[in-house]
């Protein structure tokens, strides 16, 4: 009989620690449903339709209209090459130079590892309007400084167009992209090193491991967890890149600098074709969804 009455009040035990967790969760439940998966709804069911969201207007039932017409869109298609461009580039670069920096400062003084830490992370926290504002005069035809640094320095004979240039303006905005990308992921890498079990780095080290072997064999494995999430995180903000283009180019010259988040932007605020803007982002949540399965799949085999 004792033990039926306390099986009962662990039950209603469970059941009021149960009830107590999830009305704590529930504001931020209200706030992730009501702003991320009712929106996500309504953009999969208007991308079916002529939608302008106008009050004068009426959506109109197409089917998969809007998605047939991105295929054949020119400038959609320049926007998609573009961002796949920017997340080959971007994605790798990003990843080796956030672990080469952090290999290289993790055994520095604490002091001199805090500061740098602070430093490389100052772009990641920066409003991305300051940064492009600096970067706006960095590029600056007439007395931009890498104008005159390449004029000082030999390397170019006139001023050079960086952000007018469609030889130029898409590099330029990867290395811009970079640099606002390298902080959290070195960060990250710290921290995950200082995790690596000092007692196998220790044993390999008496056995006479060099340095690659000690970082191949021993440190790699244990930050390859960190490693896949800095590559899903660094590819979904690579594939959204929208501020640096809103703020700098326009998708200009010439659509050279387009993404597909920009485009969506265009097309949806702009052009007020809702139907049409919500079709590319189902297409662009899909490419994402995929690379990011792929990659989980590549990690947990290997």
């Known amino acids: 009989m004792l033990k039926v009455g306390e099986t009962q009040r662990s039950r209603a035990l469970a059941r009021r620690e149960t009830f107590s967790a999830y009305m704590f969760l529930l504001p931020s439940l209200v706030f992730f449903i009501g702003f991320v998966i009712i929106p996500m709804v309504l ?21 998969l209209a809007n998605y047939k017409e991105l295929w054949q869109d020119p400038i959609f298609l320049k926007a998609l090459k573009n ?22 400062i993790y055994n520095l003084r604490e002091s001199v590892l805090s500061a740098l830490r602070v ?60 640099t606002t990308s390298v902080g959290q992921p070195i960060v990250l890498y710290v921290s995950a090193l200082g995790n690596v079990d000092q007692s196998l780095v220790e044993a390999a080290e008496v056995d006479g491991a060099t340095k690659m072997q000690l970082f191949w064999k021993i440190k790699w494995p244990q930050i390859k967890p960190t490693t896949l999430y800095i590559l899903v995180i660094t590819t979904i903000n690579s594939f959204q890149c929208f501020a640096l283009i809103q703020l700098l180019t326009s998708g ?15 097309m949806a ?26 990659q989980f799949r590549v990690a947990r085999e290997r």
């Open 43 to 63: 953009c999969v069911y208007t991308s079916f339709f002529d939608s302008t969201m106008g009050k004068n207007t009426q959506d109109v039932f197409i089917g």
């Open 83 to 104: 961002t796949i461009i920017i997340v080959v580039v971007s994605v790798p670069v990003v990843c080796v130079f956030s672990l080469w920096v952090s290999s290289t």
């Open 119 to 178: 430093i490389f992370y100052l772009p990641v926290v920066t409003g991305s309007v300051a940064v492009t504002v600096v970067w706006k005069w960095m590029y600056n035809y007439y007395y931009g400084i890498f104008n005159y640094l390449g004029k000082e320095m030999g390397l170019i004979e006139k001023n050079i167009n960086w952000l007018g240039d469609t030889r130029f303006a898409l590099a330029c905005i990867i290395l811009i992209l970079l």
């Open 252 to 266: 200009g010259p010439n659509h050279a600098t387009d993404t597909v988040m920009y485009y969506i932007y265009y």
């Open 269 to 294: 605020f702009k052009m007020f074709r809702y139907g049409y803007g919500n079709a590319m982002g189902v297409v662009l949540a899909i490419f994402i969804a995929i690379l990011s399965a792929i």
